[in-house]
């Protein structure tokens, strides 16, 4: 399992580009082994036309074929075994048992694809049957199902080496629904996603499928990216990180001549509404709660919660008081990358330059800069400088809090009011305490994704009911999910068959129902074929 | 039911501007009574402020009651009797047969809506449930459903001045998600948009709702739907439209700080492929359904079939003839507009001008220019000259079609493969020719929203299966239909509830499925209540 530093074209190396360069440790910030080859405009084409050459005897294929692809994928990756967790490692400085539960999240979500892609029912299969007497005119027999977009763009998270990135969600959610994939892989990781992506063309090699329907491509700038979102097959793109990444793709994608959608997370503050009630309870719990989640990997999750918010009173006092004592004591950490560290530095600097914004707290220990370390911070202020200050309102990426005391219910209902769109918002509660602000939680729904009670945001459950996405500028298009198993309807479009006589008909939309799917026949919901046959 | 002219906010009427415009009788082209005045800045603001302020109470009253309301409206549209019929063909040249045929349709749509939300399951409610116990983390109990977008701004669509216009599909669908609706009226049909307007007012107040779900403004040019698109508190927009009308909101609709979905959907072609079989059956048959097809409502459909492809062959040339015969006998008739008119006529021109095209026939009585009458056409040309020339696959919007006559299988295949997206396709077969066309299919299912064998476009059945929409250009966004019941989801997003308790939830996500939708309760579809409550 040597790494070449190739692009990997339809299970070929491709390596015409001049452009090269190593990943770095951010544990030495040395460079690790293998340059890699940005990829040529030639080699982005021929990704993208591998990839639509590929998509027809794939979904010619049966759902069985599909979810074995999946699965074996998985089996794949874990069949690097630890040449991919010390890898993974290397390039992004997350500690071993943080890369092993995300390779087990990522195979698990494979696993959970495939689970769907079998039981067969997300096509969301409607039947209208034929009523040839009807007056004035005969009603056609109209049936429709969801097939795949076409080709779909996926581009490696800095902060998911695994989970959101080669084989990340995106990709199996584009796979599940039928589409093939080009991969731009994150330069922070680029042997990571070598890796990954060789196992999966050693999966669609051992099904016997079209090599085109996976292809990973490098490229340190924006370049490579941009002739990927305005490629003519190019159907949609995934993207997860940065807001203003995510805007110049979603730029690109809705200028083609053909505008194309563009999911991009963008990560999030992920507001903490802390009731007086659960204050009074709990202030210590909901403060080692709240730590954890902040300092959790670093503070590189796009759920950390960046801003929390209660009452003024002795107990928020409190609160401060004991978040601030164990952010104190939090061992500094190394980044996913300098440029990543930098920018946290940065941020932390101009924030506590703020009027009227006070640092409550910050890691004793020293940074070691050279091992691209970071401290954690607990910033406060009141809610009239906070909503005064654009600035306090942006995301920092990396373990840091803001701690933003009102002065009244109004005025914490106004911090709400005044919230952009986020991925997550929580409110901590004593029992009873829901019901005398329903008003927030009216007004929190309008800003997110997913709300929590008495919770914390970061650990993204992956099931079907998740929603990892939300309002702009937390997702560029807040009707669908990320995570989950819904993150499939990114991929798929409806398509209506008129008149078609039953050996025409894809099997989902057959009498006989022969997959035995949910379908909506004649408006009712069933497994059962059609009685009234074409 | 005097019309005033004014534009209706939130039930109330408004007319400070200072713009005035009165409607014109196409058959006659003289101005119909009262001037319509167009909104002001203020007011469009106005409107989307009622809009944003009515709809939490419109979404905490239960769904029965929002169905009551489409209803109710359906009704209301009825009790406007033939003032409207009158009014409506008055203003758009159609005849009182269709316009009622529409009306039907209308509130056909409206009644559908309302079975679709009092069912309930259209939400999507997923319950995943708490696993405390699971090891290495406890799994939270997380459940999501649909929400509403937010306001919803409807352009109305010159051709359909009820079906897709104030109280047309797209505001449906917007109130059934639960979306307040803000209606920009087209200056073709203003008079019957208002007595629409004023039928959904009545409508809203006798269902003791908030008068801010529904507004009607009026603008002669594009600044007042450039502001409602820019506005920000819209949350997504309907269109049904020209290409270029339709191309402008999108574009304005990207550029803003937040982007907002636009569903525009821009007419088509709609591609008729005869194959040979089919030729030899019944070229005569063939000829009479697309000629009717063709010159339906003066072939002011967006389904209307402007180009027929075939293997040249003796029997195509007799279905050249057969169509022709019936083109020249079609008498001319009434246009919506005289600048739909003129186009008309221009386009025809520029067509007829090209290369390698024939005429192949027109109506053969004398166009009456004063009643804004256009005549059917029907040109002829090979597949070399329509696939060099792209002028020849733009549409005409009006009662023409082109018939290109192919060399080969190949070449009839090329002419599908360089086809753009369109809302419909369609292949006239012979038993067992479908079989051996396959690829024909294939194609064609990625360039259309809609397949259909042996029928003609026109007539678009409004069902749950229907796909109105395609790749573009025939629409902005193919992974959505703007017909059926499935148009809902253009205006809802998911959001998910993570650790609530039961009364915090709404209900359709409470355990004891009080609405008796049906649900996913851990991946398994069930209307049960469930068991392992929190």
């Known amino acids: 399992m040597q790494l070449t530093g190739a692009n990997l074209i339809a299970g070929a190396d491709a390596s015409d580009g001049s452009q090269r360069q190593a990943a770095l440790d951010p544990w030495s910030n040395e460079e690790l082994a293998v340059e890699f080859v940005g990829a040529t405009h030639d080699e982005v084409d021929r990704a993208l036309q591998a990839a639509a050459r590929a998509m027809p005897s794939y979904n010619a294929a049966a759902p069985r074929a599909r979810a074995d692809l999946l699965r074996r994928m998985g089996d794949e990756i874990l069949d690097l075994g630890d040449t991919l967790i010390e890898r993974c490692c290397a390039e992004t400085g997350l500690p071993a048992a943080r890369i092993e539960s995300e390779r087990g999240r990522t195979v698990n979500q494979l696993r959970m694809f495939a689970d769907l892609v079998e039981e067969g029912s997300w096509v969301d299969a409607r039947i209208d049957t034929a009523a040839p007497d009807r007056q004035p005119l005969p009603k056609p027999d109209v049936r429709r199902m969801l097939r795949p977009l076409g080709p779909v763009v996926v581009f490696g998270a800095s902060n998911f080496p695994l989970a959101f990135s080669a084989a990340g969600g995106d990709t199996a959610s584009a796979l599940a629904a039928g589409c093939a994939v080009v991969v731009k892989a994150h330069r922070s990781h680029p042997g990571t996603a070598e890796l990954v992506a060789r196992a999966l063309g050693r999966a669609i090699a051992a099904c016997n499928m079209d ?91 796009c759920t950390n919660p960046g801003l929390v918010v209660g009452l003024e009173s002795p107990e928020l006092v409190s609160l401060r008081a004991s978040t601030a004592e164990l952010i104190e004591q939090t061992a500094p950490a190394t980044m996913l990358n300098s440029g990543i560290r930098n920018s946290y530095e940065r941020a932390i600097g101009s924030f506590g330059a703020q009027q009227g914004v006070a640092l409550a707290a910050r890691s004793e220990a020293e940074v070691a800069a050279g091992r691209t370390e970071a401290g954690a911070h607990l910033f406060a202020t009141d809610a009239a400088t906070y909503m005064g200050n654009a600035e306090l309102g942006e995301e920092i990426f990396g373990p840091s809090t803001l701690l933003v005391a009102s002065q009244s219910r109004e005025e914490l209902l106004e911090v709400a009011n005044g919230l952009v769109g986020h991925l997550t918002a929580t409110i901590h509660a004593a029992d009873g305490e829901l019901e005398e602000y329903a008003d927030l939680i009216a007004v929190l729904e309008s800003k997110v994704g997913r709300l929590l009670i008495n919770g914390f945001p970061t650990g993204v459950e992956v099931c079907s009911a998740m929603t990892h996405g939300g309002p702009y500028p937390a997702s560029t298009d807040t009707r669908f999910t990320s995570v989950g198993t819904a993150a499939i309807y990114r991929f798929a479009r409806p398509v209506s068959y008129q008149g078609f006589p039953q050996m025409a008909l894809p099997e989902a939309l057959r009498d006989a129902n022969p997959l035995g799917i949910l379908r909506q026949v004649d408006s009712t919901y069933t497994r059962e074929p059609v009685s009234t046959g074409a």
Chains 1, 2 share one sequence.
Do not use: C, K, W, Y
């Open 211 to 301: 090599a085109g329907l996976f292809s990973l491509l490098h490229g340190p700038g924006a370049e490579v990216g941009h002739a990927l979102v305005t490629h003519p097959l190019t159907r949609a793109v995934g993207f997860t990180g940065s807001a203003g990444g995510g805007r110049s793709l979603f730029d690109a994608a809705a200028a083609r001549p053909d505008p194309i959608p563009v999911f991009a997370e963008m990560g999030s503050i992920n507001p903490v509404f802390v009731l007086p009630g659960a204050l009074r309870e709990r202030a210590d719990q909901i403060a080692a709660g709240l730590h954890q989640s902040v300092t959790l990997s670093v503070g590189q999750f």
